[in-house]
Nanobody, 112 residues
Framework: QVQLVESGGGLVQAGGSLRLSCAAS?????WGWYRQVPGKQRELVAG???????NYADSVKGRFTISRDNAKNSIYLQMNSLKPEDTALYYC?????????WGQGTQVTVSS
């Protein structure tokens, strides 16, 4: 069983930046950052494959950057030019073979 632990969330003013981290206790091949607000479905924010290919939700393109450090079994989400609508609970998700793992989430709140 692989555990994922997110960190780096917090309160920031609109236009500011935050960097989220997610560390895994075991090897993860592909990763994703998701977010969820109350009453809405969890949505994909950004993903990165085992070979480093990335994809982003249209709403964050040009503002967010996902990266990975294989040696540390970790991923990161650099979030710039944050907007109030980015406020959500952010989760990391990892795939290892047929297994899927989720972190516990880290809250990001952007004030206007």
């Amino acid at each position: 069983q692989v555990q994922l632990v997110e960190s780096g969330g917090g309160l920031v003013q609109a236009g500011g930046s935050l960097r989220l981290s997610c560390a895994a206790s075991g090897r993860i091949f592909s990763w994703g950052w998701y977010r969820q607000v109350p009453g809405k479905q969890r949505e994909l924010v950004a993903g990165i494959t085992s070979v480093g290919s990335t994809n982003y939700a249209d709403s964050v393109k040009g503002r967010f950057t996902i990266s990975r450090d294989n040696a540390k079994n970790s991923i990161y989400l650099q979030m710039n030019s944050l907007k109030p609508e980015d406020t959500a609970l952010y989760y990391c998700k990892g795939w290892s073979g047929s297994q899927i793992y989720w972190g516990q989430g880290t809250q990001v709140t952007v004030s206007s």
